[in-house]
């Protein structure tokens, strides 16, 4: 009879007092086995760990110290040598787990040729609750099946097939929200990076590391260095494009950036990042057509299945908010109002396009206010009341007095009216026959003034 796998979780920690009880929380009843490696706490981070593992029934723990030496992967394996289960699993002190409890059965029914499991790491959200840092890490492995490498955003090293699980039945999910880039991980990468030159994952980091902190001009040297390696898998390749290009942008060198836009294309071609990056670039230079065109193509090809760290709203948002600032550019603004809504859905409060948004409204109310009295201007003149559709024209609402409709079709019709009236005045620039006076003729209100005047020509005629 075959025996039931066993489960272990390998933490590393360090002055995590506040963050571990949520993640203990999550794990409880999970886990045959669970080891913590403090790194150098100052706070209760062992001693709360220690209160809830004494409660767990039938779960083995075991706490020890490494001394830190700016290698995320030296101490992530040193955790794992500590294990004793068949199947070895790991997670932050800040991490919680969703589906916990269903990770014994994933491992009793995995396939031979498994070697791991895959699970979604949902990482930062926004203020509004979006998920903006999402990827997928090797978390659940058979024990001898992997090997840490690097020295910060260490990997496991998987030697046999992995499989993707469902996130619906199981996940990590990152407690805390995105922060400020790190002092610790650019120190280690610059370390690193002294050791290892030619390391094109390193390079990829300390470009990310810059450009978080605004230093684009060093930033794009560590990506030009990264894309002239010739290394990374094609995925990786096409998102250190988008990175390049978005670095680009922060300079001011769209054109550059639709260049490496275009480069990237020809790495992988469907890659949604790329069309991303042509469709802001292209609304900086203001080819807002072209813009338009490409953050299409990003609505319609969607969030790539992919390894590497993406933000879901550059699938979403990001395409939403250039393409109605493009139609709302180009007039259609109807169109820019619908797709600000779906944005502004997805992100409430977003200031520019909030703004923007408010103007395409105040524009169509504008636009809709103009067309109204125009239409109806014009029908009275088609029934031959020119001076009641300049009446009319004249009682716009003073959002759309200057209207370009409005103004144009008020020209018009004092153009047909005017001669109109330039010869009933020369009829009556003397008495009558009728003894209609200057005085007289001056005291009739216009209209009226009109019908006498077209009354009696009328009537001369019969």
């Given at each position: 009879m075959t025996a039931l796998p066993t489960i272990g979780l390998a933490l590393i920690v360090k002055d995590e007092e506040e963050s571990l009880p949520t993640l203990l929380l999550s794990i409880a009843g999970a886990f045959d086995q669970v080891v913590l490696v403090d790194t150098g706490s100052t706070d209760r981070t062992v001693e709360v760990f220690q209160e809830w593992a004494c409660k767990q029934t039938g779960m083995i723990y075991k706490v020890a110290r490494f001394t830190w030496v700016d290698d995320f992967a030296a101490a992530r394996a040193h955790a794992d040598s500590l294990l004793t289960t068949t199947w070895t699993c790991w997670a932050d002190a800040d991490d919680r787990l969703e589906g916990a409890g269903n990770l014994r059965q994933i491992a009793a029914q995995a396939p031979d040729e498994v070697a791991a499991f895959v699970f979604d790491y949902a990482y930062a959200h926004d203020q509004h609750g979006n998920l903006i840092c999402n990827l997928r890490r090797e978390r659940l492995v058979r024990r001898g099946h992997g090997e840490w490498a690097g020295r910060v955003h260490e990997a496991q090293l998987v030697n046999g097939a992995s499989q993707l699980v469902d996130p619906g039945v199981a996940r990590w999910v990152h407690a805390k929200r995105a922060h400020e880039p790190s002092d610790r991980n650019l120190r280690i990468l610059n370390s690193w990076h002294e050791a290892d030159p030619?390391?094109?994952?390193?390079?990829?980091?300390?470009?990310?590391?810059?450009?978080?902190?605004?230093?684009?001009?060093?930033?794009?040297?560590?990506?030009?260095?990264?894309?002239?390696?010739?290394?990374?898998?094609?995925?990786?390749?096409?998102?250190?494009?988008?990175?390049?290009?978005?670095?680009?942008?922060?300079?001011?060198?769209?054109?550059?950036?639709?260049?490496?836009?275009?480069?990237?294309?020809?790495?992988?071609?469907?890659?949604?990042?790329?069309?991303?990056?042509?469709?802001?670039?292209?609304?900086?230079?203001?080819?807002?057509?072209?813009?338009?065109?490409?953050?299409?193509?990003?609505?319609?090809?969607?969030?790539?299945?992919?390894?590497?760290?993406?933000?879901?709203?550059?699938?979403?948002?990001?395409?939403?908010?250039?393409?109605?600032?493009?139609?709302?550019?180009?007039?259609?603004?109807?169109?820019?109002?619908?797709?600000?809504?779906?944005?502004?859905?997805?992100?409430?409060?977003?200031?520019?396009?909030?703004?923007?948004?408010?103007?395409?409204?105040?524009?169509?109310?504008?636009?809709?206010?103009?067309?109204?009295?125009?239409?109806?201007?014009?029908?009275?003149?088609?029934?031959?009341?020119?001076?009641?559709?300049?009446?009319?024209?004249?009682?716009?609402?003073?959002?759309?007095?200057?209207?370009?409709?409005?103004?144009?079709?008020?020209?018009?019709?004092?153009?047909?009216?005017?001669p109109l009236l330039t010869d009933a005045a020369a009829h009556y620039e003397s008495d009558t026959e009728d003894g209609m006076t200057d005085e007289f003729a001056a005291s009739l209100p216009r209209a009226e003034f009109l019908r006498r005047g077209l009354t009696e020509q009328l009537g001369e005629a019969a």
């Open positions: 030619e390391n094109s994952r390193v390079l990829m980091y300390l470009g990310v590391e810059e450009a978080a902190r605004g230093n684009h001009e060093v930033a794009v040297r560590y990506y030009e260095r990264y894309l002239s390696l010739l290394t990374g898998w094609d995925e990786e390749r096409a998102q250190v494009h988008r990175k390049y290009a978005c670095s680009l942008l922060a300079l001011g060198r769209a054109q550059d950036a639709v260049e490496t836009a275009l480069a990237a294309l020809m790495v992988i071609p469907h890659w949604p990042d790329s069309y991303l990056t042509l469709a802001e670039a292209c609304y900086h230079l203001g080819e807002y057509e072209k813009a338009a065109a490409w953050a299409r193509d990003v609505l319609r090809l969607g969030m790539p299945d992919s390894l590497l760290i993406l933000n879901p709203l550059d699938y979403t948002f990001s395409p939403r908010i250039i393409l109605a600032g493009a139609l709302g550019t180009l007039g259609d603004i109807e169109q820019a109002i619908t797709v600000g809504d779906e944005a502004l859905a997805l992100v409430p409060g977003h200031p520019d396009l909030q703004a923007a948004h408010l103007q395409w409204r105040r524009k169509r109310k504008t636009d809709q206010t103009a067309a109204t009295f125009c239409g109806s201007a014009r029908l009275l003149v088609s029934h031959d009341e020119p001076l009641k559709a300049l009446a009319l024209l004249d009682a716009v609402p003073h959002y759309a007095a200057d209207h370009p409709d409005v103004v144009e079709l008020r020209s018009l019709i004092r153009e047909r009216v005017r």
